[in-house]
Every structure is written in structure tokens, then in C-alpha cells.
């Protein structure tokens, strides 16, 4: 999608580190960042998470990377100040990663997000999407493209485990990470909420014979399922599902391409382009 087809990606664009970090006083510049995964909570009285859980609601307090239009690390954000609408409608973009694992059979995993989930909560999406944090290993910090890719892939073992309950040493004996491409897309929440995030996307594929222990945290998951192209293309015509917007977006765009080459991803791995869908 062209770069110009949207007075907001236009709004992005035109944002200069100085002007980012002018804009949005609470995000830490690169070169003071605290490199701690999150923020001392300032939660406890916020009305804006008055009422939700309590767990989620200190998640929201973890340093997520601010980015510039190019990808590149401005600073560390909360995920709060990243999520919420009034910022996003100025431009605060943050970097993100969505897993796509597949079995040994091609069928994929599955979630439901929780109910406590303070966003796009109840939604079925993939198997794990979240954010890398503004810590050393998680940010890629010499800027290079594989720092940033590798980056991403740690936090998803990270969070594979925390969401999933899969233990890191089987995820990283069992199969393999192939980063596909990245994509650059805004969508609105619920209320106050939203995301604006280039989005990181993997495929992770155990080899023949292995298997994972998955164990869901209920404060992160309702529930899985593991689905074959027919299956998710029957839930997509499923009137009463919904799904995340990145999901569909990766879906319309790509999933089933690439699910068909599974066998061999080298044509379409390792795509170094920002693919704009704002």
C-alpha cells in the first residue's frame, strides 16, 4: 500500500526523533532508558483502568520500543501510553510481534484472548502477539535489521511462555523460527484503547514428531484451538467469532500463502520491507 494514501501516515512520516520525544514528554529517550522491562506502576489511581484486572493492569506499566516511521528505536514507552487512542491519533507508534505456530501436520494454534485482557479482549487472534520491550537483547540494539528480528524472535520465546504456558527450552529444540516480513497498521480497541504498531510476524513450525507442552495462563487466554486452512477459513464466515484486526490483516493478505509453502518458506522469509497498511 502506498506510503501516501493517508493523511495519517502522512501525520507519522513527518515525525522526527526530537519531534516524537517533544510530543510525548513521558517516553525515555533511547540513551536513558531505564532497560528494565517495566515502569514503577503509577496505575493505582488512573480511572482509565479503574475496574479492570489487576494483573493486566500492571502489564500496562511494561517499556515497549517507540519507533519512527523507518522502524527505527526513538525510546521506551509504557504500554499504556502506547495503547491509548489520544496518543495514537498523534502518531506514537511502538513495535510489535505476532507468532503463527504451526504443528507438524500444517495446523496452526490458536487463541482466544482473555476477558481481562484491558484490549481486544474475548477476540480469537494467533498464537502469540505481543510487544518486544526496550530492554538490550529484546531491541536489537545496534539497529540492524537481524538485531531487530532477533530482538523480536526473543521476546516471542518470552511471551510464548508467559501467555502459553510453553517452555522456552522445547521451543527452542522442538522447531524453528522463520521471520516473514513486517507490517506498519493502526486500529482502534475499545474506548480509549487501540494499536499502531510495525509488526513483526513469524512462523514457528515444530519438525515431524515433536510436540509442545502448552499450558495457558487463564489471566491471558480463553481458550485454544488448533485449526487447519478450512477450519479458520469456516471460522472467518462464522458470524458470532471475531478477530483481532492484525490477524485479519495478515490473513487477507498472506497467511494462506505462505501456509501453502510451509514445506519451504525461503521465497518468502526474511522480506525486509515495511509493508503499510494505514
Known sequence: MSTQTSTYAELVQSLEPNDILEKFPEVIAL???????????????DNL??????????LMN???????????AIGAGTKKMCHLMENIDQGLLHRAFSVFLFDSDGKLLLQQRASEKITFADLWTNTCCSHPLCVDD???????????????????????????????????????????????????SNGAWGEHEIDYIFIYQLRKGESLTVDPSANEVREITW??????????????????????????????????????????????????ML
Request: aromatic content about 10%.
Open 49 to 58: 483502568l479503574e475496574g479492570y484486572d489487576e494483573e493486566q493492569i500492571r
Open 227 to 276: 485449526v487447519s486452512q478450512q477450519q479458520l477459513k469456516d471460522m472467518f464466515n462464522d458470524g458470532k467469532l471475531k478477530f483481532t484486526p492484525w490477524f485479519k490483516l495478515i490473513c487477507d493478505n498472506y497467511l494462506f500463502q505462505w501456509w501453502d509453502q510451509l514445506s519451504d518458506l525461503r521465497e518468502v522469509e526474511n522480506d525486509t520491507k515495511i509493508h503499510r
Open 62 to 72: 511494561e517499556n515497549c520500543i517507540v519507533l519512527d516511521w523507518e522502524d527505527n
Open 138 to 188: 529484546e531491541l536489537g540494539l545496534n539497529g540492524s535489521f537481524e538485531g531487530k528480528v532477533e530482538g523480536a524472535r526473543i521476546a516471542a520465546v518470552r511471551k510464548l511462555e508467559h501467555e502459553l504456558g510453553i517452555p522456552p527450552q522445547e521451543v527452542e529444540s522442538r522447531g524453528e523460527f522463520h521471520f516473514l516480513n513486517r507490517i506498519h497498521y493502526v486500529a482502534p
Open 31 to 45: 540513551n536513558n532508558r531505564p532497560n528494565t522491562h517495566s515502569s514503577e506502576s503509577s496505575s493505582k489511581d
